[in-house]
């Protein structure tokens, strides 16, 4: 990290910890990239039946992110709400 950039913290209830979450993603149609890329931002258009079961998913899925040996879920796998849309990967940060 460089002198020019500051560190930022989050505080949710107990606990305040370094920001470590980073936003990667694939352009849709582009199967030629060999990886994701990283992303600055990313948008989520959701109609409200949508946003509240991945809010639920992601509550659930950061319980288990808890225990060892979490890798990562796709959330297509456990919602069918979101059928064959975009597919919304969680990993945990190591």
């Known amino acids: ?13 107990d ?3 370094e920001v470590r979450m980073k936003l990667f993603g ?16 990313a948008s989520i258009l959701a109609n409200p039946a949508e946003l509240r079961a991945i809010a639920k998913m992601l509550a659930e899925v950061a319980v288990e992110m ?3 040996g979490f890798d990562h879920v796709h959330l297509s796998d456990r ?5 064959d849309g975009p597919d919304l990967i969680v990993a945990k940060v190591r």
């Open 1 to 13: 990290m460089s002198a020019t950039q500051s560190r930022q913290f989050y505080e949710y209830e």
């Open 15 to 17: 606990h305040k910890a």
């Open 26 to 41: 694939y352009e849709e149609g582009n199967d030629t990239r060999q990886g994701p890329m990283k992303l600055s931002e």
């Open 66 to 68: 808890e225990a060892e």
């Open 79 to 83: 919602l069918p709400i979101l059928g």
